[in-house]
């Protein structure tokens, strides 16, 4: 939700914009800046496992290279281990207080130093699963 993708399938070109952030931003000197923000775990997850399906040969995103398939593949792939990593963080945490949760589930995919509040929107979005 809140973002459009378009699929071509003569080309089979997926442009996603920011609908998919792998396992974050990075600066140009390779560092990660920003979390991958959903809001919607299942919703995030699903939009990545229908994207995989499509299998597209070439994607485009807002913040990273053109992708080729084999590309697109991995990015993909480190997406869903992104999702999946922030929701075991969640539901190993002692806590469901969303401060002090965000910082234990930054410290496990993590670091994102400057930003970590924006991680705190997808920590939230795992809350809602429990």
Do not use: K
């Not at 963080?89 to 496990?108: K, N, S």
């Amino acid at each position: 939700p809140g973002h459009l993708g378009l699929w071509d399938p003569q080309t089979q070109t997926a442009i996603v914009i920011d609908a998919v952030l792998g396992d974050g931003i990075y600066d140009r000197a390779g560092n990660r800046l920003i979390s991958p923000r959903y809001y919607s775990a299942a919703d995030y997850e699903a939009t990545i496992r229908r994207l995989r399906a499509l299998d597209p040969e070439c994607l485009l995103t807002a913040h990273y290279p053109v992708m080729e398939r084999d590309a697109a593949r991995e990015f993909l792939d480190r997406s869903l281990a992104f999702v999946h990593a922030v929701r075991d963080a969640v539901r190993a945490a002692g806590t469901t207080e969303l401060w002090p949760l965000t910082q234990q589930v930054d410290a496990a995919v993590g670091p994102f130093p400057s930003f970590t509040h924006e991680l705190a929107a997808s920590v939230r979005a795992h809350l809602a699963e429990l």
